[in-house]
Structures are given as C-alpha cells and as structure tokens.
C-alpha cells in the first residue's frame, strides 16, 4: 500500500498538474494553456489554494486549485492521475481545502462540476442547483430562417433607441452582453423586428476553444412570443457560417427547455459545454 502526503503547490508542480489535468479530465481544464495559466496566476497571488498529492517517491499524483471569495472556500479544479484512481487520493485534496477554510474562519465549500456529483456528494457535499445546458447539432441539417420576425445586424447606433423599449436592467444587461462580444463576434448581435417594431435582441459568442459552437450569450424579446423565433434566429445565423452546434444555458426567458428537447436539442456533452451541478458542504 502506497503512502501519501498532502502539501502546498510549488512552482517546479506546473508540469505534473498539466499532465494529470490532460490525462484525468473530461472537460475544458484538460486543456495545456488554460490549466497552466491558472496555476501560474494562482501561485503569483500567493498560492494559498493550491494543493497536490505526492506519492512516497515524490511523485505529484493529484491536484487541487482553489479560492475563496468571501465566507466560502471555491473549489475550480481538482484531479488524480488515473493510474491512482479510488485510492482515496480526492478525499485527501478535499480535507486540505476543507481543514483550511475552517482554519480561516469560513462556512462552506462549493464547487460546480459537469460530471463528478457523486463524487461530491460521497464526501458530504450537497447539489445546490443545477444550470441545464442544451446543444443543438445543426451541421447537415436544413436550418431555414425564422418566418415570424425578420433578423438584421444589431449596431451600435441601434443601441440608443433600444433604451425607449427596454427596462434599465435589460438594457444594461443587453450593453454588457454587446460590447463583450463587439471585437470578437459584432456579426452574432442580431436585432429582430415584426414588420418595423423592433420585438428583441439575441446575441451569441463563438466558444473560445471550440469555434464551431456558438453559445447562446444575451436574448430579450418584447413579448414571450418572439423569444423562440429570437433564438432560431441565431441558429440559422450559424448555419449560414457553416458551424456545427449551438448551445443555451437555461434559464432563458420565455424559452422553455422541454419544447427545445422535442425539437432535437440534446444535453451538452462538449469538453467546454456541460450541465453544471453547483456543490456545496457546508462546515461546522
């Protein structure tokens, strides 16, 4: 039997917990440039939240990069190497994130995880909520332009008069979602209108690691009716580009998830586009 030792991350781990991030992971983390930047952040802000798991030979076989954000230790990613799989090893990551955060004074570990509940909640942790992401595979298929409402460019003198029909929230909701996407993607803000009465706004984003999917960023629709015509509306915008998926995080306003199913929308199973189960144990 195998004897292992928690400790404190040091710069020299960066090339162990890239490859057991690469080898363990199923989604995004399991990507070279995100997992090393996020480490080399973390350890330039003083890498109180990093752990590893080394073997009795030295070996880093297990990682956990942490936070905290004010009465709560976060949990962003943790992995074994599957060679050491069901040894116990993620428990002892957990203990360290969770005997640290009690040392600091703070009530409560979460997470979020696409794949990994049970794990979590075998660990007395305890599922939150839920954010349902949804995935349409369009590459193939006949997408035609939504027939209730008309599509154009949304531009930024548009952005004025849609400020008379919006409440302040939305419309400052609709300036966040616009300019954040206004370098990368100007082309997937899209206005929608019922003869020459604007009904809404629906804006995408291109994934930043898988640029054939365009996720759902923004949409406001007047009236309820609209909101699904919003949507197709987009999707036929990435059809026309030739992309493969589009994908919406529920909630949506006026959209409802169980009409999307019957339209062949699907659960998200991208390594960057998942249902995301938000964890939490709470620390006495």
């Known amino acids: ?5 928690v400790r404190m991350a040091r710069p020299d781990d960066v090339v162990a917990v890239v490859r057991i991030a690469n080898q363990a992971f199923l989604e995004t983390a399991r990507l070279t440039g995100p997992i090393g930047r996020s480490f080399a952040q973390q350890l330039r802000d ?5 752990f590893v798991v080394e073997d009795e030979d030295g070996r880093v076989v297990g990682f956990l990069l942490g936070r905290h ?37 703070l009530r409560a570990v979460e997470t979020g995880t696409p794949f990994a509940r049970s794990f979590y909640e075998k660990y007395g942790f305890k599922c939150i909520g839920v954010q349902r992401a949804l995935i349409l595979e369009i590459a193939g298929k006949s997408i035609e332009p939504p027939q209730e409402v008309r599509m154009r460019p949304l531009l930024l003198d548009d952005l004025s008069s849609l400020a008379n029909i919006m409440g302040r929230d939305d419309y400052l909701s609709l300036l966040s979602s616009y300019f954040s996407t206004f370098q990368s993607d100007p082309e997937k803000a899209l206005l929608s209108l019922d003869g020459e009465n604007v009904v809404g ?21 007047v009236e309820p009716r609209y909101a699904l015509s919003l949507l197709y509306g987009l999707v036929y915008l990435s059809s026309v580009e030739g992309l493969r998926w589009v994908g919406v995080r529920f909630p949506v306003p006026h959209i409802d998830e169980e009409e999307l199913r019957k339209k062949g929308w699907k659960d998200g199973e991208l390594p960057t586009f998942w249902t995301r189960y938000w964890m939490r144990k709470d620390l006495k």
């Open 46 to 50: 003083g890498g109180e939240w990093l």
């Open 1 to 5: 039997m195998k004897d292992f030792r």
């Open 69 to 105: 954000s004010g009465d709560t230790a976060k949990i962003g990613w943790i992995a074994v190497h599957p060679n050491y799989w069901g040894m116990g090893i993620g428990g002892m990551l957990l203990r360290a994130i969770e005997e640290k955060a009690r040392r600091m004074g």
């Open 201 to 221: 706004v629906v804006i995408g984003r291109a994934d930043s690691i898988y640029r054939d999917l365009v996720t759902l960023e923004y949409l406001y629709s």
